[in-house]
């Protein structure tokens, strides 16, 4: 079951705050973010297992929400290097080894 | 520095043509993950490997295999491709069970 994730896409001036969502119907064991820049390769930004916790890398943090069956991507004033394509892939049972991916959220950042 | 190769970067066949895409992985990584990613969209798992073990997602067309003859090395074969099999095709790693994956830069597969 693909995950949804909101908004679909996002324009930021630099500096400005955005949150992705991720949601799920199905109980989440853990959530991998991911960014893709234009004709890249996705590169990992962090994983959320399940428990709540939150994590932090730079000015992008995230949330997982076991009990709602979501998470959230926090990216604080945000840079022009920020831009690209957001996925969220969700694991719906431990060890399964394998991510779904959302749709993702295409955000860009303007000087 | 370890890294997650594909060559080659860009492919041309034509209709029918079989194909193979490879890749190849420094990080000694267990577990190897072939996508599909085309324009616009997220990356579709087709199939993934658990060091031989080899698991085959249930809607991938039995038109895609896969051959993971050692730990560093997993191919990427479509027998018979098709307009519609026109792609990014990315492979990622990852040193096991709910662990971060780490991408190749992809093959762009274009069927004349």
């Known amino acids: 079951q693909q995950p949804v994730q909101s908004p679909q896409a996002v324009i930021l001036r630099e500096g400005e705050d955005a949150v992705i969502n991720c949601s799920s119907s199905k109980a989440l064991y853990s959530v991998h973010w991911y960014r893709q820049k234009h004709g890249e390769a996705p590169v990992f930004l962090m994983i959320?297992?399940?428990?709540?916790e939150q994590k932090g890398h730079d000015k992008i943090s995230a949330s997982f929400n076991e009990k709602k069956q979501q998470s959230s991507l926090y990216l604080t004033a945000s840079q022009l290097s920020y831009s690209g394509t957001y996925f969220c892939g969700t694991e719906t049972q431990g060890g399964s080894e394998k991510l779904v991916f959302g749709k993702g959220t295409k955000l860009t950042v303007n000087p | 520095d370890a890294m997650v190769i594909q060559n080659p970067r860009y492919q041309v066949t034509q209709f029918g043509k079989p194909v193979t895409l490879s890749c190849s992985q420094t990080l000694n990584h267990n577990v190897m993950y072939w996508y599909q990613q085309k324009s616009s969209q997220a990356p579709k798992l087709l199939f993934h490997?658990?060091?031989?073990?080899?698991?085959n997602e249930a809607d991938t067309p039995d038109n895609f295999q896969s051959r993971r003859p050692n730990t560093s090395f997993c191919f990427l074969d479509i027998r018979s491709p098709g307009l519609g099999d026109a792609a990014m095709y990315l492979c990622?790693?990852?040193?096991?069970?709910?662990?971060?994956?780490?991408f190749g830069p992809g093959t762009r597969l274009t069927v004349t």
């Open positions: 959320l297992l399940k428990g709540g």
């Open positions: 490997y658990y060091d031989k073990d080899f698991n």
């Open positions: 990622a790693t990852s040193p096991g069970l709910s662990y971060e994956q780490y």
